[in-house]
T-cell receptor
């Protein structure tokens, strides 16, 4: 069974500082990997995805993530955060065949301080 | 193009009642999935439908059921509501169910 671990429940970062959110997954084959962002009371917005190929993927809003098979990780990064980045971030894994479901981590809440 | 739409946005029910939640996928998408997100947790998979057929089911009781219509819209039904069913119910659509899923804004259900 596939699973996702987001070890950081809450992270606080100063505006303009760099950000890295951690994600570790468990899956028997090459997974599909996703990062979604959720603002309070809202649905999920896709930031980026990895299916295959280049292990460094670029997403919207200046985010990027790197797939590291040896570490079973897919960490999300941003070089300089903005106050509008404050939200909940979810990492998810899907099967690479017949993607019947996404399995999500428990999320990391990001707080931005001035 | 319109994204995934869900109705209603908010709903209050009492224990034992029944609820129906509705979802319209992105135009051209034929697969719809439903997720339950309890406060403070990540979404949990409930169902996936593709071309009106159930393609996957998560670990939810039989009180939960769903269907997909010829226009690819979908309904999620929950019978005999429990307090623990209070959650944000998210619908996601994709073209065939094997690619990126795009989520709607959700329906927030409160069971009293």
């Amino acid at each position: 069974a596939q699973s996702v671990t987001q070890p950081d429940i809450h992270i606080t970062v100063s505006e303009g500082a760099s950000l890295e959110l951690r994600c570790n997954y468990s899956y028997g084959a090459t997974p599909y990997l996703f990062w979604y962002v959720q603002s309070p009371g809202q649905g999920l917005q896709l930031l980026l995805k990895y299916f295959s190929g280049d292990t460094l993927v670029q997403g919207i809003k200046g985010f990027e993530a790197e797939f590291k098979r040896s570490q079973s990780s897919f960490n999300l990064r941003k070089p300089s955060v903005h106050w509008s980045d404050a939200a909940e971030y979810f990492c998810a894994v899907g099967a690479n065949f017949g993607n019947e479901k996404l399995t999500f981590g428990t999320g990391t809440r990001l707080t931005i301080i001035p | 193009d319109a994204g995934v739409t869900q109705s209603p946005t908010h709903l209050i029910k009492t224990r034992g009642q029944h609820v129906t939640l509705r979802c319209s996928p992105i135009s051209g998408h034929k697969s719809v999935s439903w997720y339950q997100q309890v406060l403070g947790q990540g979404p949990q998979f409930i169902f996936q439908y593709y071309e009106k057929e159930e393609r996957g089911r998560g670990n939810f009781p039989d009180r939960f059921s769903a269907r997909q219509f010829p226009n690819y819209s979908s309904e999620l039904n929950v019978n005999a509501l429990l307090l623990g069913d209070s959650a944000l119910y998210l619908c996601a659509s994709s073209f065939k169910g094997e690619e990126t899923q795009y989520f709607g804004p959700g329906t927030r259900l409160l069971v009293l």
